[in-house]
């Protein structure tokens, strides 16, 4: 039994492709992962911005500069992600883009790009690597949900929907795939500071507030993401799967 514990959230030698890892919460995955002993996969558009990642990691890591909004090349993505380590054991989905664009003002190209990056990689992607999950009967997903799966925000209505359809298409993959061994599950955040928030926490009242409405009362910091993305990546959640693991304070709670 002691063995078997000390081993939960082990993933050292695991591959693990991590899309948006130049920034944000996508980059402190990679980061803790690497950290952890995985081999990673770092996926964004900024080649120089995953360079200094790379530069800061200390493990065996790789980068792949990729715009994630072009579907036409996934496929070729797919390849390329493949290359230095074979099939990942771990896909984490942490890219994403909000236009914040008020309901009134949302646009068909705002709504194509964030659906896209948010809702349409995730699926796509994880349906081209999958074969080495199959093969292996182990695997873990992880798609990036948030406070909008559930709740109503300002200027997030083509966000909110891309999140909202996170919810049902972890639910979903993990009904068609989870038999193979591979557990697929979504993570959302509460308030942390990123540069997809940045505007958000450019206003200290408004960040005051969003800590109010937590049952914490306070907002996210890097290392509150580090152990429930641990679990999400390792044996430790053998037996979960299809589901939304919120993490931001008890914000949802209430």
């Not at 298409?169 to 540069?195: D, H, Q, V």
Request: charged share 20%; net charge negative; with cysteine.
């Amino acid at each position: 039994m002691h063995n078997r514990v000390s081993t939960l959230f082990d993933v050292r030698g695991k591959v693990a492709c991590v899309t948006g890892a130049s920034s944000g919460l996508g980059r402190r995955a990679a980061t803790v992962l690497t950290g952890a002993g995985a081999k990673v996969i770092g996926v964004a558009r900024r080649q120089d911005v995953l360079q200094e990642w790379q530069a800061e990691s200390h493990g065996d890591t790789h980068t792949i500069s990729y715009d994630l909004c072009n579907r036409d090349n996934i496929e070729d993505l797919a390849r390329q992600i493949c290359e230095p380590y074979g099939y990942p054991d771990i896909l984490i989905h942490a890219a994403g883009i909000n236009t914040r664009e008020a309901a009134d003002d949302v646009t068909v190209e705002g709504w194509d790009t964030t659906l896209a990056l948010n809702l349409t990689i995730p699926f796509f992607l994880s349906k081209h690597l999958l074969e080495g999950m199959k093969k292996k009967q182990w695997g873990r997903i992880v798609n990036f949900a948030s406070l909008q799966t559930t709740r109503a925000f300002p200027g997030g209505i083509a966000y909110g929907a891309s999140k909202a359809g996170i919810g049902q298409l972890t639910r979903a993959m993990a009904e068609a795939w989870s038999e193979y061994g591979i557990c697929i599950n979504a993570i959302g955040p509460g308030f942390f500071k990123t540069e997809l928030t940045a505007a958000v926490f450019a206003d200290p009242e408004r960040a005051s507030r969003n800590a109010a409405l937590t049952c914490l009362k306070r907002n996210g910091e890097p290392e509150d993401m580090d152990g429930p993305l641990l679990f999400l990546c390792s044996e430790a959640s053998g037996y979960v799967t299809g589901q939304v693991l919120m993490v931001d304070g008890g914000f949802t709670a209430k």
